[in-house]
């Protein structure tokens, strides 16, 4: 079992010990570890060209796609903090959320495109609305910097149901001793599938 205290820890000893191992399948397509990683490093150089570097926010409106985890995962290399937001929240509860999580850009694709601009019309603080196409760089990587166990994994927000959402910060070592946790108490091993 890999030990780490990081996601970005975990998910690079992944991507070395099992390059081609699925860590997911989508649409019948697998995304192996090592693509999900060589992927990550292109993002990550595609948000330095826009500004991004440690302990920004960004947020990110995708649907489900392999793009939101190329996203996530460059975010989290460049010691940034991603900030998943479903698209379906409205434009005002998303301004809130861009307000309040103080991010500096943010991430989605065509389809949510225009309200995600009204969103970020109310929220001064939104530096770029960017799409995947916009972090496919071939720049080599940037330096990535030592990201630590205390250091903020993500940001994720409450649906809202029973009033404003909220954020809830979550550091890697909660994300990581929560998912051991969750693993030795589902006695999950290493060829296990989960739905999450």
């Given at each position: 079992?890999?030990?780490a205290?990081?996601?970005?820890e975990?998910?690079?000893?992944?991507?070395?010990a099992?390059?081609?191992k699925?860590?997911f399948?989508l649409?019948?397509?697998p995304?192996?570890?090592g693509?999900?990683w060589?992927?990550?490093?292109?993002?990550a150089?595609?948000?330095?060209?826009f500004g991004?570097e440690?302990?920004?926010?960004?947020?990110l409106i995708y649907p489900t796609?392999?793009?939101?985890?190329?996203?996530f995962?460059?975010v989290?290399?460049?010691?940034?903090?991603?900030?998943?937001?479903?698209p379906t929240?409205?434009?005002e509860?998303?301004?809130?959320?861009?307000?309040?999580?103080?991010?500096?850009?943010?991430v989605t694709?065509?389809?949510?495109r225009?309200g995600v601009?009204?969103?970020?019309?109310?929220a001064?603080n939104i530096r770029?609305i960017?799409?995947p196409s916009d972090?496919e760089a071939?720049?080599?990587a940037p330096?990535?910097?030592v990201?630590?166990e205390d250091d903020?994994?993500f940001?994720?927000?409450?649906s809202?149901s029973t009033?404003q959402?909220?954020?809830?910060?979550?550091s890697?070592?909660?994300v990581?001793?929560?998912?051991?946790?969750?693993a030795?108490a589902?006695?999950?091993?290493?060829?296990?599938t989960?739905?999450s």
């Open positions: 079992m890999i030990k205290g990081t996601l970005v975990l998910m690079g000893q992944r991507a070395i099992d390059p081609d699925a860590y399948t649409f019948d397509t995304v192996a570890y693509q999900l060589r992927d990550s490093e292109r993002y150089a595609g948000l330095r060209r991004i440690r302990g920004d926010k960004v947020c796609c392999a793009e939101f985890f190329y996203t995962f460059g989290l290399r460049l010691g940034a903090v991603p900030v998943p937001l479903y929240l409205g434009v509860a998303t301004a809130n959320i861009f307000r309040d999580s103080e991010a500096k850009v943010v694709i065509g389809w949510f225009s601009e009204e969103s970020a019309a109310a001064a770029h960017l799409e972090l071939d720049a080599p330096p990535f910097p990201v630590r903020v994994a940001i994720q927000y409450t809202g009033g959402p909220r954020g809830v910060v979550l890697h070592a909660n990581c001793r929560t998912v051991e946790f969750m030795k589902a006695q999950l091993g290493r060829e296990d989960v739905v």
